[in-house]
């Protein structure tokens, strides 16, 4: 009996001591999640959904905060975001497989390609190449928007020359949009198959992704509704706070069905920013990129390694330690002592960011659906913050 008690005891001490270890040595994600709840509740945003990448796979993904903040509730992993600039590189890798199929080349004028006249008129007999509306250093600004092709058209706007700066093409570095909607419009015609399915058919349907480019052709319940921050209305007295806002997901299927130009009326679909897809799907999508070109899970070869490569390879210099690529740029201060490939979005109050280091296998996804932003070396705090959070726990 007491060497029966004594055994009993003694397992009882041990499993005392199992916990009071558990507890003492909280596991990775615990960690996560305390971290990042700590980021949430400094910055003020309203939610959060984050996915790490690690050797091919997502290793963890989670959500925070708030969904609506009419109604509450909590952000699913299978939600979706309207993820604003990361974007490019979805056209650009949808762009990439009709280089690979010789039906076009990065070096070609995109007068060629348009149909139009694309010429800075300050430099005339200067070609503008798809390659530099793919680099952002065509030349061409936002400053008459960008969601229509018409702007810098001469034989629609006669003061198209407002939509080019001053230095040559090719020359230095501007961010555009109007650019990529270009390149969007351009894989449009030349592919013969309408955006928004054209970049289904040969990028997400493969991967088996629920996402697109058409507000549409999704489940609108799954849509995370997105916050801007406005400071205090000076005029009116609106008080400082988020409101929502619902254009992010406004449908096209009016233009669509009454008044849609292949080739040309292609920007109701931001090729620039409009990707909607769950920080999950986008972690998936990223993966293919550190893989280069080939989805880990499925093995469907999206683009060859070359392009995948082309679209890696820094093209102009836009900062210290910074550059910009085909629709994704590196840089050394988003973590330090580490480089980074990929991108940054924010439209509607949405926030968001993917970066990867290539050759040592990792990666991070984040999105925001509301923020108030501030800015530190080229990221908001948030952006910086969560990735530098996730970095410590699952790679440093």
């Not at 936002?142 to 040559?168: H, R």
Request: proline share 5%; glycine share 8%.
């Amino acid at each position: 009996m007491k060497t029966s008690f004594r055994m009993t005891f003694a397992v009882l001490l041990l499993m005392l001591l199992f916990a009071a270890s558990s507890c003492n040595n909280p596991s990775k994600e615990e960690i996560a999640n305390q971290k990042l709840e700590q980021v949430l509740e400094e910055t003020g945003a309203v939610g959060l959904a984050v996915a790490v990448v690690k050797d091919g796979g997502i290793i963890f993904s989670n959500t925070y905060g708030k969904r609506n903040l009419e109604t509450g509730g909590t952000i699913a992993q299978d939600d979706l975001f309207r993820i604003a600039s990361i974007s490019k590189s979805f056209t650009t890798t949808t762009l990439m497989t009709l280089v690979e199929q010789g039906v076009l080349s990065i070096d070609s004028d995109v007068s060629d390609l348009v149909g139009f006249l694309v010429r800075n008129p300050k430099f005339p007999d200067k070609v503008i190449t798809l390659k530099m509306l793919l680099s952002h250093t065509s030349s061409l600004n936002d400053f008459q928007g960008y969601f229509t092709l018409d702007v810098f058209n001469p034989d629609k706007n006669p003061d198209y020359a407002k939509c080019y700066n001053d230095y040559e093409p090719g020359s230095k570095y501007q961010y555009c949009n109007l650019g990529f909607n270009t390149i969007g419009a351009i894989a449009e015609k030349f592919s013969g198959i309408r955006f928004d399915k054209f970049v289904s058919e040969k990028l997400l349907n493969p991967m088996g992704l629920e996402a697109s480019f058409n507000p549409d052709d999704l489940d609108r319940a799954k849509f995370v509704p997105l916050y801007t921050y406005y400071q205090q209305d000076t005029v009116t007295g609106e008080p400082a706070g988020f409101r929502e806002s619902p254009a992010a997901y406004a449908s096209r299927a009016n233009v669509i069905d009454s008044a849609y130009v292949m080739g040309y009326t292609t920007p109701i679909f931001s090729p620039t920013g409009g990707m909607k897809i769950s920080a999950t799907g986008l972690a998936r999508y990223m993966a293919m990129h550190m893989n280069k070109g080939t989805d880990p899970v499925t093995g469907a070869v999206i683009i060859s390694p070359e392009s995948s490569a082309l679209m890696q390879q820094p093209v102009v210099e836009t900062g210290e330690g910074e550059h910009y690529c085909l629709a994704l740029r590196t840089t050394r201060t988003l973590i330090p002592g580490e480089l980074m490939t990929g991108h940054t979005g924010s439209a509607y109050g949405l926030f968001s960011a993917m970066f990867f280091e290539p050759q040592k296998g990792f990666g991070f996804v984040m999105i925001t659906n509301g923020y108030d932003p501030k800015y530190e070396d080229g990221f908001t705090v948030i952006q910086r913050d969560v990735i530098r959070a996730l970095y410590d726990v699952f790679v440093k």
